[in-house]
């Protein structure tokens, strides 16, 4: 069965510290790759996807970029973490290409950034 | 800006019917309607999704609108673990993870 891992779960750094989280994606090949951002009690805003190794493709300019070092490796990353840059961080997969039907996406269990 | 409309908030008896509903007015002819619901401080569950049919699964019910452009998610009996924000969201094979969630529909489910 195909399950996502997502760490850590929570952390606490101070203003200009860099950031990594990381995802990584276990009975799957070829995934969808996702990164959201969730604000306290708002809806998910999508960062970054991967259909691929070394693809990244960014949906809205910020402070963060993201790397895709194997096929189910998803890295976040900032080199200077900002107090807006705090949030609730989820990384998702859905079936890559080939593919027809629906997709459904599956969340990991998030991390929560604090920037202080 | 989320392509899905939902309303805020909504309170649910336990034991009852909860009915979600969702406004999906640029969904194209491709495009599945998803669901997905969010517990406190957790990842989204994916609920259920549809094109055309109303669909079953163990989890609730989904009723898709003959122009679907709009969906209703009913969870048959709630109950208080079913407390969470549920969202809606539409898409393709292909850019279902490149959908927009809005702010979903916060559920209670009160005793």
């Known amino acids: 069965s195909q399950t996502i891992h997502q760490w850590p779960a929570t952390l606490v750094q101070p203003v200009g510290s860099p950031l990594s989280l990381e995802c990584t994606v276990e009975?799957?090949?070829?995934?969808?790759l996702y990164w959201y951002r969730q604000a306290a009690g708002r809806g998910l805003q999508l960062l970054f996807y991967?259909?691929?190794?070394?693809?990244i493709s960014s949906e809205v300019p910020q402070n963060l970029s993201a790397s895709r070092p194997q096929d189910r490796q998803f890295i976040l990353s900032s080199k200077k973490l900002l107090l807006s840059d705090s949030g609730f961080y989820l990384c998702?997969?859905?079936?890559?290409?080939?593919?027809?039907?629906?997709?459904?996406?599956?969340f990991g269990a998030g991390s929560r950034l604090t920037v202080l | 800006d989320a392509k899905t409309t939902q309303p805020p908030s909504m309170d649910c008896a336990e034991g009852r019917a909860a009915n979600l509903p969702c406004n999906h007015s640029?969904?194209?002819?491709?495009?599945?309607v998803y669901w997905y619901r969010q517990i406190h401080s957790q990842g989204p569950q994916y609920i259920i999704h549809?094109?055309?049919n109303n669909e079953t699964n163990e989890m609730a019910s989904l009723i898709i609108t003959e122009d679907r452009k709009s969906s209703t998610l009913i969870l048959p009996h709630a109950t208080l673990r079913d407390t969470a924000v549920y969202y809606c969201?539409?898409?393709?094979?292909?850019?279902?993870?490149?959908?927009?969630f809005g702010d979903g529909t916060t559920l209670t489910v009160k005793p």
């Open positions: 549809g094109l055309k």
């Open positions: 640029t969904i194209s002819g491709n495009e599945y």
């Open positions: 998702a997969w859905t079936g890559g290409a080939p593919f027809s039907g629906a997709n459904v996406l599956t």
């Open positions: 009975g799957t090949s070829n995934p969808n």
């Open positions: 969201i539409d898409g393709g094979d292909t850019n279902a993870g490149k959908s927009t």
């Open positions: 991967s259909v691929g190794i070394g693809q």
